[in-house]
């Protein structure tokens, strides 16, 4: 989609610190806006609103590299467990948003 700057991100037109996943439908990277260190954005390279609109295989094929992605922040950060959230009305392109916590952190349940 024009003017998505996860598209962009995703066709390597915008640079980023990402990893590509299984056969390069889904891309992370660092979330420019660092709420806490390890914060990690992961996106389907085909463009989608919002997630319930995405065909099954897509969603599926999300949250396995989701999954993945979790599990290697943990391990790099030290992190007591991993949040994962989608919100969906900053930029139009569903993306997951996966934030490294410990127990320990101020408002560690939300
Ligand atoms: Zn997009």
Not at 8 to 36: C, M, W, Y
Request: hydrophobic share 40%; net charge negative.
């Amino acid at each position: 989609m024009d003017n998505c700057v996860f598209c962009k991100i995703a066709a390597g037109e915008v640079p980023s610190r990402k990893t590509h996943h299984e056969d390069n439908a889904v891309v992370s990277f660092l979330d420019i806006n660092q709420d806490l260190p390890g914060h990690t954005l992961v996106i389907h390279t085909e463009h989608y609103r919002w997630f319930w609109e995405m065909p099954d295989e897509a969603v599926e094929k999300l949250f396995r590299a989701a999954k993945s992605v979790a599990a290697e922040l943990k391990k790099e950060y030290g992190a007591d467990y991993v949040r994962l959230g989608i919100v969906g009305t900053d930029v139009p392109h569903v993306h997951v948003h996966l934030i490294p916590r410990k127990f320990t952190d101020k408002a560690h349940a939300v």
